[in-house]
């Protein structure tokens, strides 16, 4: 992000009716703008952007892919943006979506897309190789381990970066209050997925994990049509 967008981003937070989050963003923007010899007129305003609502073209069930709910809530979760499942009546499958600005919504959707096709990709590897050696209930439960685990570990990766680069990003990367006010009166739905995994399913967690903390989603962001194969998987650390 340009350090102008950066600061103009800090200014907007310094409206928050959250005084001590109003307080913390306008000292950074100061900070900011005194070590880049900025000027306030130097700091073009952000535009005002508009709130996007919608689904993705991705469902899964309590049973088919169930991490999916999970890694749609982490990666809104760090990318200023929610997440929600769209569920109708009757149904089993839900519809993943996201709330965001405009171009928030844009990244996050992108970053969910790359890093769901990775799990995915992997999940069809491991159903491919213990083919046989498995039931279809039994692939089916270790492949949702090999999902969740891949949350953690991303949950872990996402909060690692955090913690190295708090001070530049710590403000950025909130949530806006135009994001929390649209999903307010939003049904909060349960995520899919127990966590319950014993026995030889532990192992696929720990894949799941391993991998989820080497995802790199900038290979995502530098090239919008990169294949998604977890080939492209490395440490961010």
């Known amino acids: 992000m340009d350090i102008k967008e950066k600061i103009a981003k800090l200014l907007a937070l310094a409206d928050s009716p959250n005084e001590h989050e109003a ?3 306008l000292l950074k923007a ?4 005194a070590l880049h010899k900025l000027r306030p007129d130097d700091v073009a305003k952000i535009k005002a952007e508009e709130v996007i609502r919608k689904t993705v073209d ?4 309590k049973l088919t892919n169930s991490w999916t709910t999970r890694l749609a809530a982490v990666i809104a979760s760090h990318y200023c943006c929610k997440s929600f499942r769209n569920h109708y009546k009757y149904e089993k499958k839900v519809t993943i979506g996201f709330v965001g600005l405009e171009e928030d919504f844009e990244i996050c959707v992108r970053i969910f ?5 990775c799990v995915v990709s992997e999940c069809k590897a491991i159903r491919q190789k213990y083919q046989g050696s498995y039931s279809n209930s039994e692939l089916r439960k270790i492949t949702n381990a090999y999902g969740d685990g891949f949350c953690i570990g991303l949950e872990e990766a996402f ?5 190295e680069h708090n001070q530049e990003w ?12 649209n999903i307010k009166h939003m049904k909060k739905g349960k995520q899919f997925g127990d966590m319950d995994y014993s026995g030889e399913t532990r192992h ?3 894949k799941g994990i391993q991998d989820g903390k080497r995802f790199d989603p900038s290979t995502k962001l530098e090239h919008p049509e990169a294949d998604s ?9």
């Open 23 to 25: 307080k913390a963003a």
């Open 30 to 33: 100061r900070e900011l703008m």
């Open 58 to 61: 991705i469902t899964c069930t």
């Open 113 to 117: 897309r790359y890093a769901y096709e």
């Open 159 to 163: 909060k690692r970066q955090e913690t």
């Open 170 to 181: 710590g403000l950025v990367l909130q949530t806006p209050k135009a994001v929390l006010d």
């Open 204 to 206: 696929f967690v720990s």
């Open 229 to 237: 194969s977890p080939v492209l998987l490395k440490d961010i650390g």
